[in-house]
């Protein structure tokens, strides 16, 4: 039998490394034309990743094989060591997906729809009234509560369907432009809420059209285009790759985009 080694000064002990949140490889999709085309991508365990490139560049679509949406042409996709393909139930179990077009009943409150979702989850009522509460008081929907959702903004769907995707406290969330339609309010709002489940250790991928946000916000960003992932790391090291200094991401991402395309 192998015992575990003891620890020491120069043999510091070394615990099992935890599969990767999200791996992804040889994804490929094609419509008329390749929409995701071979991509690699691993996602570590606690990172708040960003996804970003132009339209049409693939990232919807990426996201949506992922989260169990859509079939893939071919490739592999894993959460947490769980192989989503062969056994997608495992894997959306354990993670939420929230797009950029929330999809909530009209007729329902925000309670009453985060009671439902979690009834789909099997959740304790005890645990999730609580959770479903605290979660839509920490969105600014407090005053909302009992109101059915029918007469709500989109950017107020959006934060009550956010809501919905968290309440079973999933370690991968994914997440589809969620600040489209938000004011700044809003936004905050969902930002706060996002960092405070990072901290936690849960996993968040996000794409983004607003560069600001995945610069302030992002462990990591990958920049794809065409299907293929063009770079990925820090800003800085997104910099340090490109030559670009003490540049913004703006300028970072512009310049890999028009590489992108004069090489094509």
Known sequence: ???????????????????????????????????????????????????????????????????GLLKPDAGSVSIF???????????????????????????????????????LWGTDPRLSERSAQDLLVSLGLEPHLRERCEGFSKGMRQKVALAGALVHDPRLIILDEPLTGLDALSARHVKGLLQERVRAGSTVIMTTHILEVAERMADRIGVIAKGRLMAEGTLTELRQQNGRGDTSLEDVFIALVETEAAAA
Not at 7 to 16: A, F, G, K, L, V
Not at 36 to 45: E, F, S, W
Not at 83 to 93: E, F, T, V
């Open 81 to 119: 060591g769980i192989d989503a393909l062969s056994d997608p139930i495992a894997a959306k179990q354990i993670m939420a997906w929230v797009s950029d077009e929330p999809m909530i009943y009209d007729k329902l409150t925000p309670l009453e729809y985060l009671e439902f979702v979690s009834g």
């Open 1 to 67: 039998m192998v015992r575990n080694q003891k620890s020491t000064p120069d043999r510091p002990h070394i615990m099992p490394s935890d599969p990767p949140a999200l791996e992804v490889r040889g994804l490929t999709k094609r419509f008329d034309r390749p929409a995701v085309d071979a991509l690699d991508l691993t996602v570590r365990p606690g990172e708040f990743y960003a996804l970003l490139g132009p339209n049409g560049a693939g990232k919807t679509t990426t996201l949506r094989m992922v989260a």
